[in-house]
């Protein structure tokens, strides 16, 4: 069994999203020429670059320039509470796969989000659609605690027409609840971004979840739209959720270069 590797202070890092071009130790080359020392690969970005996911070579990344990993599992197309048994078993399958990934590189945890279902659906079909997805985060975090790496529930935004299971602290905190497994392999992401678009202060999360967030993902918007724009002030907002990991979430490199320019770090 692998065992995440301890965290004796906060890490600060960036996500390797989709459109990134570059490889893994290029874009760990960038954020430690920042003073940024952590790296979130998500696995949109390994699914197209399956040369990038190689367990050895990216240990060997994380020894020689001293970053950690957090890994965001599949989420792209991916629908926790399939009303389709086979598609939401494939679903596990995917996660379990990240999960495996992260125990090999040592990474602290892995992002997983709680799903949804349309408004618009009779009251059967959200309550099915719900357990469903209940379904999948406890077999993915019972599968975690056997690979020893945390799943960390993700609050997502709501979307007119959509409910989100985890947008808004009472629902995550049921849908927690129903999963109803240990928090030890069962942790949380506490997305800013995502709790203002939903109309959220990103502090209800904090007062409610405390030390069970760890991950923030860090990132700005107009509160309409999940924009993630620059947030130059994530240093100030990493300090109210005081998480292990925080990683900023941008489209681009000049973004992540907005917000760190823009601090004393």
Known sequence: MSEATPVQRPRFGAS??????????SFAEFLRGFDLNHVELRAGYLDVRADERD?????????????????????????????????????VAATEEAIELAA?????????????????????????TRAQAVQTLRECAEFAAEAGVPVCLENQRDKPGTRRHTATPDRLASFLDDVGVDD???????????????????????DRFGDRIHVAHL????????????????????ADID????????????DVERCVGATDA
């Open 16 to 25: 390797m999203d989709i459109r990134y071009a570059a490889d893994v130790a």
């Open 104 to 128: 090999a590189i040592d990474a602290g945890g892995v992002i997983v989000h709680g799903g949804s279902v349309r408004t618009r659906y009779p009251e059967h079909v959200r309550e099915h």
């Open 219 to 238: 990132h700005d918007n107009d509160g309409t739209e999940d924009a993630h724009e620059p947030l130059p002030s994530f240093r100030s907002v990493a």
């Open 184 to 206: 030890e392999f069962l942790k949380l992401t506490l997305d800013v971004g995502h709790a203002k678009a939903t109309g959220v202060d990103y502090r209800r999360f904090v």
């Open 55 to 91: 367990a050895e070579r990216l240990r060997a990344v994380a020894d020689e320039l001293d970053v950690s990993y957090t890994v965001h599992g599949p989420h792209l197309d991916v629908a926790p509470g399939n009303v389709n048994e086979h598609l939401r078993e494939a679903a």
């Open 243 to 254: 998480a292990p990991y925080n990683v900023l979430e941008m489209k681009s490199r000049a």
